[in-house]
């Protein structure tokens, strides 16, 4: 069965700290993607991830892909409240479990940063 | 651009009734899909579509039908409403290729 598995799945955290927060997958893929949700509104796509090694940044959120470990990284840095949202990866599957650009997501990390 | 475009945004149905959650986008994008979020579930695919007159069951399909007659336009058919329906629904859709996908603002169904 396919698996992609967030880790970890609720995070509090305050202001000014740094962390880290893990995506696994269990099958061959070589693009992934994270996406940010708002309470009530809808996904907002993050980063794109394309290969072995990508490592993408923008303001205060860095994400990295290892395909050998299947896995991505999304790294925090200086947390801010406005950083508060749910986190979504989803992995889009090597053919014969993929094709058609079909997205798999895992099951989201619900942040909140505290003042 | 309008981007992806759901409606309507929320919904309440009682069981056994139908309706179509519309989805257009205005991108000329052949990949399009659906998707289900239930809380602390992520989203799962419906069907999906690789172009006009091309659709397909993705992870959990039951309950539910799309056509795809144009490249705009994906609805999705609830038939016979259950309350395992109630969930949001989001449309997306993507040109392929190295881009992530596109979202609608989604639907919120409540089933009673």
């Known amino acids: 069965e396919l698996k992609v598995e967030q880790n970890p799945l609720f995070l509090s955290m305050q202001e000014g700290k740094n962390y880290t927060i893990y995506c696994n997958y269990s099958t061959t893929s070589d693009r992934l993607y994270w996406y940010r949700q708002d309470p009530g509104k809808s996904l907002e796509s993050l980063f794109v991830?394309?290969?072995?090694?990508a490592v993408k940044q923008e303001g205060r959120l860095m994400a990295s892909l290892d395909t050998k470990a299947r896995l991505s990284t999304l790294h925090i840095t200086a947390a801010v409240h406005d950083l508060s949202a749910t986190y979504f990866c989803a992995v889009d599957p090597l053919p014969p479990q993929g094709g058609s650009e079909k997205l798999v997501f895992g099951k989201g990390m619900k942040l909140t940063v505290n003042p | 651009n309008a981007g992806v475009t759901q409606t309507p945004k929320f919904r309440i149905l009682k069981i056994g009734q139908s309706m179509t959650l519309q989805c257009t986008q205005d991108m000329n994008h052949n990949y399009m899909y659906w998707y289900r979020q239930d809380p602390g579930m992520g989203l799962k695919l419906i069907y999906y579509?690789?172009?006009?007159?091309?659709?397909d069951k993705g992870e959990v399909p039951n309950g539910y039908n799309v056509s795809r007659s144009t490249t705009e336009d994906f609805p999705l058919r609830l038939e016979l409403a259950a309350p395992s329906q109630t969930s949001v629904y989001f449309c997306?859709?993507?040109?392929?290729?190295?881009?992530?996908?596109?979202f609608g603002s989604g639907t919120r169904l409540t089933v009673v």
């Open positions: 991830l394309l290969s072995n090694g």
């Open positions: 579509s690789v172009g006009a007159g091309i659709t």
């Open positions: 997306a859709s993507t040109t392929g290729g190295n881009y992530g996908y596109t």
